[in-house]
């Protein structure tokens, strides 16, 4: 288990986007704004978050501009509007990193950890150790534990795992679950 009692600014809190911050279809992508709908009380978590951790990271694999089903400038235009929403809210997400590529094996695809040392590398501070990943899939969790990181797992779409797990700290139903529980501590 997570003690949360230890975070402080000094932690990074790495997230997923697709059915972890807005509601996802499986094998669906989300090409445009109008199609990115927040979870319930996503906003609120993020402004708790705000207040808990250093740094806010999105990491997500966004194949869909590979597959032709959207251009890169679209996908910038989903984070821009999602970052102002965020922001409007009280919340902060410091950086997006997404990976395009298709190819599993690409060093930059969860669940490697490219994305994570890209983060690294412009927040030298980021003390994996001292993060957090959370997601909604196994490579999700595998990332995570690539990196070093504590995981928690959000069934928003797939069956949770059964704990204990090799890549899997924690299991919350949503993303404001994990932020209350956090203000408990």
Known sequence: MIDFKKIDKSWTLFLDRDGVINHETVGLYITRWE????????LDALHIFTRKFGRIIIITNQRGVTKGLMTEDDLKDIHANMLKVVQ????????IYYCLDKNDDSPNRKPNPGMGYMAK??????????SIMIGNTMGDMKFGK???A?????????PAPELPDAYTD???PSLISVAEAMQKK
């Open 170 to 172: 924690a299991i919350y």
């Open 88 to 95: 409007e809210n009280n919340g902060n997400i410091h950086r």
């Open 35 to 42: 199609d990115f709908i927040f979870y319930e009380g996503v």
């Open 121 to 130: 590398a412009d927040f030298p501070e980021i003390d994996f150790s001292k």
């Open 146 to 148: 690539n990196i070093g």
């Open 150 to 158: 504590s995981t928690i797992f959000i069934p928003s779409n797939r």
